[in-house]
């Protein structure tokens, strides 16, 4: 409206910002959440929702590793030389086992107090007097 009370006529393009002081016109007016965008707390259907899609896609995943699990499982087990395979992982484990023994120092002497020790009694052995 205008200062005498009369409305003005509107060209084309024009956003009628200042005909209703106090309310927001359309362009103003705050978009309305969709179902995607409502952040809510109050919102059961989409929390569900969202919840019953992800525990889905968490149960595909899981079922999805399971199936190639089997599948490795049957190759492995359709192999002929399965006998040698499996002493070679019994060799590898115990190799593996010692060294992470040795690692830990579980009960083990360190390597060179050792040989030290050794030479030290080759050399108490051959007879020369300790330095």
């Known amino acids: ?3 005498t ?6 060209q084309p393009g024009q956003s009628p910002q200042h005909e ?3 309310r927001p016109g359309p362009a103003e007016q ?6 995607e965008q409502d952040s809510t707390p109050g919102s059961p259907p989409v929390t569900l929702e969202l919840l019953a899609l992800l525990a ?12 190639q699990s ?3 499982a049957q190759e492995v087990l359709r192999r002929s030389d399965l006998r040698e395979l499996l002493t070679d992982g019994v060799v ?3 190799k593996r086992g010692e060294l992470a023994t040795r690692r830990s120092g579980a ?4 390597h060179l107090e050792a040989m030290a020790r050794r030479a030290a009694e080759r050399v108490a052995s051959e007879g020369h007097p300790r330095a």
């Open 1 to 3: 409206m205008s200062q």
């Open 5 to 10: 009370g009369h409305e003005r006529p509107r």
């Open 20 to 22: 209703r002081p106090g």
């Open 30 to 35: 705050p978009a309305q959440p969709g179902p």
């Open 56 to 67: 889905a896609g968490v149960a595909d995943l899981a079922l999805d590793q399971l199936r």
């Open 70 to 72: 089997a599948d490795r």
């Open 92 to 94: 590898e484990l115990r």
């Open 107 to 110: 009960g083990a002497e360190n």
